[in-house]
């Protein structure tokens, strides 16, 4: 198991941008010696940037610490110690790379596992080295699909040209670390701005930018419809911002949804965090790189105190450490730079974080926090009242996946949460008793406060399913709000943990989710240092939730990056950015759950593997990049 | 011997291996890979191919020894060699891959053990074949000459 090579990987950002494939940076997955061999041969000949492995568990981990480090994966379906398809789910819940699946076998059975599992190709051994030239056009078509999300969901449209025709070239010689997600997601930027682009990649419609605040307005009237009533028609109305069509609202209400379900699927596996945080990294990461700075530096005054906080999280090393934007301010876009900045950090702090495991930006707030963690907040969260619980409530209706977090949510039902609808995908929402959709934070708005509402930082703890597990899709904020807030704990993501147990990659981006919530509940704690203490909350949190809206937005698009693992890394991440304006971004977030769960439970009725299809196809990851990245760009760097 | 002779001899056995089926039009990919930055690619692949398979083969028999035998095992084991040998070329290995897989599938322990024989008896066969190939290569090579390349018409 060689891995070599990635030294091309790294300096990537030499290449002539012009020569696009070249330095496309693959990595190949295969017991056999000769085979691999091979393999690796052409790719170099077609001027690759190639990695090998020769054990799937190997190829994994060097995925998940040189988060930006692949475009693309080409994998053999039969090995010794995993089977290929199940690297293929890990790969595309984690990390949403594309896959290839090889072997000798071209039975129709295989062939068809490999599509329903979603490998992009499928190429039967002996491989030709006119197959391997063309393997690039994987990567720029799913950056591409990407992109049509944007648009479709009315933002920015038509990036997929503008990408393309740009960001062909320079995404693959950027440097490595950034990592060609990074690139499309500059681009993305770019193209927002260009609004009359064509849109040659999907139907013509009228572009709609869903900045920050349009996404405040409809997470607003989400909420205030509830998560089971939040119809596209009526979130129309209620939102009556002219120039807006019912059809923009169904399709950003659909990457909500989606969102929320990655969310929910957090997982507290350390190393999912740790996952997360790089592919939040990663996922902003490009997009970031140019933000990043912008923000930092405008954050970086932010609140010292979080700063400091998330430092002793561990979170320090990222180079964010100080910059970490802590965006206590309450505007939304500070939530946001914060995010990248600290998604960025990911990239550097990739491996660095990885190695702190809890990317605990949030010191206070377990952002990594495994699963005890959760537990703990659980507990104290039954105490309190479900307001996260309450997601568990609803979790009872989602699937048996969820069952762990439905489970949690049942019992936490106390308040309202009543949201998750814990189909496995579904993220946990906590209907949250008052605002009922956004799970935990609808009481959110109660929960934020408190010292108001004891019950609500620990719906968990009510239900002892959710001892560890945190809601994953709006649970999670609520959860992590509440249990931050009220006793500090910050144990979201031992729930999350436990949240997980089944499907990590169901909730891929949940995990995303999740970092989110316990960004948020941490977020509120590190105000005061991941106390308790800041949660002056209840007035905050009212204020923050719009930042939570936001953070969440941006938890959504890390989503997509992340995994399961991701999920906490990625909680992690935002943490810190969200301790400032945690308990603004739960605030938000609990409308959001709430609706999400509804939307959710939409979703998420169908099978597992309709919301893992919807969840690839829909490029959750998408969603929730594009989400970030409109957010980003239309939030003013801070 | 001159060069010329030498780099007909070559061409005349390399028609004939490919003729019997010792080796298919994917070996012809792999001569593509090589080229003077990488002389020995090919070589190198044949070899860790050869390790390889002992290693299958040895593993195959003793699979097949066991007073239960576990075919799925066998069946990965021969799905494996089956993949190597496709990506070198080696055909007719390839095949006995393809029958002792359906023979695996059957239980059928006879059709296996006569499998395996003839499993290892392809393997040697081509193993001296390509011995011998890149011998003349070489001899080619030394005398100052060039390997031709390979097309395959026929």
Same mark, same amino acid.
């Given at each position: ?17 012009? /020569? ?44 998940r610490r040189y988060k930006n480090g ?107 670390n ?75 209400? /659909? ?19 740790n996952n997360?945080f790089m592919?939040?990294q990663d996922?902003?990461g ?32 990222s ?26 950090f990911g990239d550097e702090q990739q491996q660095h974080l990885n ?214 890394s ?69 | ?137 070489? /001899? ?15």
């Amino acid at each position: 198991m060689s891995t070599a090579s990635s030294s091309s990987v790294r300096k990537a950002g030499e290449a002539v941008p012009d /020569q696009f494939p070249v330095g496309l940076r693959v990595l190949v997955v295969d017991d056999d010696p000769t085979c691999l061999m091979i393999l690796e041969k052409m790719l170099r000949i077609c001027r690759y940037d190639v990695t090998n492995c020769s054990r799937a568990e190997d190829a994994l981990s060097l995925l998940r610490r040189y988060k930006n480090g692949f475009d693309i994966v080409l994998s053999d379906v039969h090995m010794p110690d995993m089977d290929g398809f199940k690297l293929l789910e890990y790969i595309g819940l984690e990390m949403d790379l594309p896959v290839i699946m090889m072997s000798v076998d071209d039975g129709k059975n295989v062939v068809m596992k490999g599509v329903t599992h979603g490998a992009c190709d499928y190429l039967i051994k002996p491989v030709r080295i006119e197959a391997i030239k063309n393997i690039w056009q994987h990567v720029v078509r799913k950056r591409k699909n990407e992109w049509k999300d944007l648009e479709q969901s009315g933002c920015v449209d038509d990036v997929v040209d503008r990408q393309q025709k740009t960001n062909e070239d320079a995404d693959y010689s950027s440097s490595a670390n950034e990592g060609s997600w990074k690139n499309s997601k500059r681009r993305k930027e770019d193209v927002e701005d260009v609004e009359e682009r064509d849109d040659s990649s999907t139907l013509k419609k009228p572009r709609v930018v869903w900045s920050v605040e349009l996404h405040q307005q409809f997470m607003a009237a989400v909420n205030q419809l509830g998560i089971d009533k939040a119809v596209p028609k009526k979130i129309l109305e209620l939102m009556n911002v002219p120039g807006l069509t019912r059809e923009n609202v169904a399709s950003h209400l /659909q990457k909500y949804r989606l969102y929320l379900r990655r969310v929910s699927g957090i997982t507290q596996h350390q190393s999912n965090l740790n996952n997360t945080f790089m592919s939040a990294q990663d996922v902003f990461g490009s997009s970031l790189n140019g933000l990043d700075l912008r923000t930092l530096a405008a954050a970086g005054q932010l609140q010292p105190q979080s700063l400091a906080t998330l430092q002793a999280a561990g979170f320090g090393r990222s180079t964010v450490k100080s910059s970490m934007p802590m965006p206590l301010v309450d505007q939304r876009n500070h939530i946001f730079s914060f995010e990248n900045p600290k998604l960025r950090f990911g990239d550097e702090q990739q491996q660095h974080l990885n190695g702190s495991k809890s990317m605990n930006l949030l010191h206070g707030i377990p952002t990594t926090m495994e699963p005890k963690q959760l537990a703990n907040l659980q507990q104290s969260a039954q105490s309190h009242g479900n307001m996260t619980m309450q997601v568990s409530a609803q979790g009872s209706q989602s699937s048996s996946q969820p069952q762990a977090r439905a489970q949690i949510l049942k019992e936490s039902t106390s308040t309202s949460v009543t949201r998750l609808p814990p189909t496995s995908q579904q993220p946990i929402l906590p209907n949250g008793t008052a605002s009922g959709g956004y799970s935990v934070v609808s009481p959110a708005s109660t929960m934020l406060n408190f010292p108001e509402f004891p019950g609500n930082s620990f719906p968990l703890q009510s239900t002892p399913g959710m001892s560890s597990v945190v809601p994953k899709g709006r649970f999670p904020d609520d959860v992590n709000s509440n249990i931050n807030r009220s006793e500090g704990f910050v144990p979201n993501y031992d729930m999350f943990r436990d949240l997980h147990p089944q499907k990590p990659h169901d909730w891929d981006l949940q995990h995303v989710g999740v970092t989110f919530d316990m960004s948020q509940g941490s977020l509120n704690v590190p105000s005061s240092a991941f106390a308790h203490q800041g949660y002056a909350a209840s007035s905050q949190q009212n204020g923050q939730n719009r930042n939570a809206s936001t953070a969440g937005k941006a938890m959504f698009l890390l989503d997509k990056r992340s995994d399961n693992g991701n999920e906490q890394s990625i909680s992690q991440q935002l943490d810190p950015r969200f301790v400032d304006g945690s308990v603004r971004v739960k605030a938000e977030r609990a409308p959001d759950t709430s609706s999400q769960t509804d939307l959710f439970s939409e979703h998420f009725g169908p099978e597992d593997l309709m919301s893992a299809v919807l969840k690839q196809q829909q490029g959750s990851i998408a969603a929730a990049e594009s989400e970030l990245e409109w957010m980003f760009h239309h939030n003013t760097p801070v | 011997m001159e060069v010329g002779l030498m780099q007909r001899q070559w061409v005349e056995y390399t028609k004939s291996l490919f003729l019997e089926d010792f080796l298919d039009s994917q070996f012809i990919e792999l001569q593509k890979l090589q080229d003077e930055g990488n002389p020995d690619f090919i070589a190198e692949v044949v070899s860790l191919f050869f390790e390889d398979s002992e290693r299958l083969l040895n593993d195959l028999t003793a699979a097949l020894a066991q007073p239960d035998v576990d075919f799925q095992k066998i069946d990965g084991h021969v799905h494996q060699l089956k993949g190597s040998s496709s990506s070198i070329g080696a055909q007719r290995v390839k095949n006995v891959c393809i029958t002792m897989r359906s023979f695996c599938e059957e239980q059928n322990i006879e059709g296996c053990l006569r499998c395996l024989q003839q499993l290892k008896q392809e393997i040697c066969l081509v193993k001296n074949k390509l011995e011998n190939l890149f011998r003349m290569e070489q /001899q080619i090579v030394a005398a100052g000459g060039s390997i031709p390349t390979t097309e395959l018409i026929f």
